[in-house]
């Protein structure tokens, strides 16, 4: 699929503000006043960053309002509904933790609420049919982990961010490993997309449109192998072998946790623009396409 920049900013942003949110209600790190104040408004303010960016991949971001009315069978219309119960929780959390008074109940239900709205974000992606790539457990499970994992740099949580980039980096290898042979399992090809297997092996003798549309634009975008393998070794060894060489090495200090961070950005900056580009739409195959 097209990796459009405001996905890979939405999802990265949003993801390391919801996973911030969440260290941030259990209590990490410590600390009142203006450390507070700044803590919390980053949280704030990288999530918003992300969700407004959401904004610019919407034909009519004007009509953003109807994405709150299907929650009921939507994954989108239940994100957004989590993302308001999040930050109104989170902000009454944070307003008064600033003041000195932490409430722990309501920063655990922040940060069961921050989990539930990336769950949320990743089920957008994993539930697709059309995308098998998409359509595994290790979906939900590299969204939650790269969000804990960068929230937990960001609020200082060192020692366990590294388990977590430890663990992220392991699921991201599996799904790599696992997703490659997933279109090709799938069992589906132009005969069943067609419906005219029964007929015979169907091939393309013109593909459907003389030039671009929509469907090519947005569902079909083919990444070297080559390419991709340079990019997957890129963004795996800045989103986390990076940071954990400097956590294990160096003693964490402020300078230390800027790089750390920005190397993981960095890292899940090219891992979701390949999370994006790599994914084989079915409307593909009607152009001779994967």
Request: charged share 10%; aromatic share 10%; glycine share 12%.
């Amino acid at each position: 699929m097209h990796p459009a920049p405001s996905l890979i900013a939405f999802t990265v942003l949003s993801g390391l503000g919801f996973g911030l949110i969440f260290w941030l209600g259990l209590g990490f790190p410590y600390g009142d006043g203006w450390i507070a104040a700044t803590f919390c408004a980053l949280a704030i303010g990288l999530t918003s960053a992300g969700l407004l960016s959401s904004l610019l991949h919407l034909g009519q971001p004007a009509r953003f309002l109807k994405a709150f009315s299907q929650w009921r069978s939507s994954w989108l219309s239940r994100e957004a509904v989590l993302v308001v119960a999040t930050l109104l929780t989170f902000g009454l959390y944070g307003a008064l933790w600033t003041f000195g008074i932490r409430v722990a109940p309501l920063g655990l239900a922040a940060s069961l609420l921050a989990l539930l709205t990336v769950q949320c974000t990743s089920m957008i992606y994993a539930q697709m049919r059309t995308v098998p790539r998409w359509r595994t457990p290790l979906t939900p499970a590299i969204f939650l982990l790269s969000a804990l994992a960068g929230g937990a740099l960001i609020a200082g949580h060192s020692a366990v961010a590294a388990w977590l980039l430890v663990a992220l980096a392991a699921a991201q290898i599996a799904d790599w490993q696992f997703g490659d042979r997933r279109f090709a399992g799938s069992g589906t090809t132009l005969a069943t997309a067609t419906g005219l297997g029964g007929f015979g092996t169907p091939r393309l003798l013109e593909p459907p449109h003389t030039g671009g549309n929509y469907l090519l634009r947005e569902m079909v975008h083919v990444v070297g192998r080559a390419h991709a393998s340079k990019l997957r070794v890129i963004g795996l060894a800045l989103a986390t072998l990076v940071p954990v060489g400097l956590i294990a090495l160096f003693p964490v200090g402020h300078a230390v946790a800027g790089v750390t961070v920005a190397s993981h950005v960095s890292g899940m900056i090219v891992l979701r623009w390949l999370f994006f580009a790599q994914a084989e739409h079915v409307v593909g195959l009607y152009y001779g396409r994967r």
